[in-house]
């Protein structure tokens, strides 16, 4: 390759230097690219005292002290972005470029840990991705401390620990790895950044594709990262396995065979909600109607759905107002976070569309006042809303290490008013469960659908307290009867109720 200095807009850094198949016999390609990093000097030049490196990081001592050991020559660090590198290392070990040959993430269920200090870091994050999906994490995190970094994994919605010998550089060069598989500016280390990828995971044989979401951000020893996996196969989809109890659930395909209305899924992050609306969605494609969704983002591609990820161009309500415009039977908003959605929604439902989504509220009942505060007038609310699920997810009891319990007079207190005979269980931590005590998660609902009296009081700004009571007449079971349900017939613990619903719930009984 010429040096055409500073000539034109093709003008990188990289044009300063002569690289050249010859040097290709100094370092390992695969060090290389798995590395980031590319020779700009014939090291075997005699009249060379350094030799000049192209790397992403400048600062990475780690990587330019074991260059360094390679060559046998003091290193000096040029700081190069990700294409340039890759526009060198084509010419040293002509690589054929194409936009399509990237890093290709193989992920497999065999993986083993092997964080080794000197594994190169599309392997750790090889690694890290692989193991997070074979124990089932939901996200990763990696932070960064002053000589240590933490690496975890959520299960079943509790954090666990991965032990690891990796340091901070080590996991910087991942982070940066990372960043080059999500396209991101590597350079930026001071703003946060959000970014997407996919892998193909060999599960025993059989391969899917599997969506992460990666959100980076500086921390004060270096950047910090958590992964989102999006693993398909964690998702129910049929409506009878989501663990709703018997009335909950007929009363539940009752509502969502209305052909327009609006029915809404609450709870906080992390409690089930979309897979209560994917659930719902696929009892509803069998029946020949158009569906359409706006999600963030599309976890799940369901067959026969027309789906939509929002983006900075797109928000829920651009797409409900396009949508209107394709006559759908069924509209799925992922969430209604604002007046605007809201009032969109309402617009959908009223015109004769089946509107399904999700609200950020602590109980069902609650939907009415968080539609009040969006600014919805109380006979809309009454007119459309057709009915609200509140939902947890509950750590189930490991079945291989369960055991009846007695529990403390201290734990009892919180859920019951007076003493009761029920039975309680607990695991006791077993290899299965790896000493947790629980494998897999249980939801617990709560369905609001109010009949015409209750439809009427909505209508008349009646408090969500009053419609609470009047619910509780005709037979509304708050979710945490159906989750002492679930203790009594061993699925779950009242620890675990006490953790994920709360002891600030009244007494149940
Ligand atoms: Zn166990």
């Known amino acids: 390759m010429t040096a055409d200095k500073n000539t034109g807009p093709e003008f990188s850094e990289l044009s300063l230097f002569e690289v050249s198949p010859a040097l290709s016999s100094f370092l390992p390609e695969d060090f290389c690219t798995s590395n980031h990093i590319a020779l700009l ?37 040029v700081q190069l972005n990700a294409y340039e590198i890759y526009k060198a290392l084509s010419h040293i070990y002509k690589i054929k470029i194409d936009s399509e040959n990237r890093t290709v993430l193989l992920l497999s269920s065999s993986s083993d840990i092997d964080f080794a200090k000197d594994r190169k870091p599309n392997l750790i994050l090889q690694d890290i991705l692989s193991i997070a999906l074979k124990r089932r994490a939901s996200d990763i995190h990696i932070e960064n401390y002053d000589e240590d970094v933490d690496l975890r994994f959520r299960i079943d919605g509790t954090l666990h620990q991965v032990t690891t010998s990796l340091s901070p550089s080590n996991i910087q060069r991942v982070i940066a790895c990372l960043k080059i598989i999500c396209e991101l500016d590597h350079l930026e280390r001071k703003k946060s950044q959000d970014g997407r990828f996919s892998a193909a995971y060999d599960d025993q044989g059989v391969s899917r594709k599997v969506d992460f979401r990666a959100s980076i951000i500086p921390g004060n020893h270096g950047q910090e ?58 009892s509803l494609v069998d029946r020949d109607l158009k569906i ?51 009032e969109i929604v309402i617009k959908a439902s009223t015109t004769g569309h089946l509107v399904l989504s999700s609200l950020h509220t602590r109980s069902a009942i609650g939907t009415v006042s968080r539609l009040r505060n969006l600014g919805i007038p109380d006979d809309y609310i009454s007119d459309n809303l057709l009915g609200a699920i509140g939902q947890r997810l509950v750590r189930k009891i490991c079945d291989e290490c369960k055991e009846e319990q007695t529990q403390t007079d201290e734990m009892l207190s919180l859920f019951y008013a007076k003493k009761q005979s029920e039975k309680h269980y607990d695991g006791m931590g077993c290899e299965s469960c790896s000493g947790t005590g629980y494998k897999g998660l249980v939801g617990i609902y709560e369905l609001f659908f109010p009949n015409e009296e209750i439809s009427t009081a909505i209508g008349n700004g009646t408090s969500v307290a009053e419609l609470k009571n009047m619910a509780k007449e005709q037979g509304f079971v708050p979710l945490v009867e159906n989750a002492l349900d679930k203790v009594h017939e061993g699925i779950t613990s009242l620890e675990e109720i006490s953790r994920r619903i709360g002891p600030k719930f009244p007494h149940a009984k």
């Open 292 to 342: 359409m969704t706006a999600e963030d983002p599309v976890e799940y591609e369901m067959e026969k759905v027309n789906q939509k990820s929002i983006d900075e161009f797109m928000n829920f309500s651009d797409y409900i107002r396009s949508f209107l415009r394709q006559n759908p039977d069924t509209i799925l908003v992922g969430e209604i976070r604002d007046a605007e959605t809201a």
């Open 225 to 282: 990262a958590v992964i989102r996996v999006l693993d398909p196969q964690r998702f129910i989809l049929d409506i009878n396995e989501l663990g709703m109890p018997p009335n909950i659930l007929n009363s539940y395909k009752r509502l969502i065979n209305y052909p327009n209305g609006l029915i809404l899924t609450t709870g906080p992050t992390s409690s089930g909600k979309t897979s209560t609306l994917y659930a719902t969605v696929q």
């Open 41 to 77: 000097d014939d090291p075997s030049e005699d009249n060379t005292q350094s030799v000049r490196v192209g790397v992403l990081d400048t600062k990475d001592q780690g990587l330019l002290d074991e260059v360094q050991e390679m060559i046998g020559k003091t290193i000096e660090p």
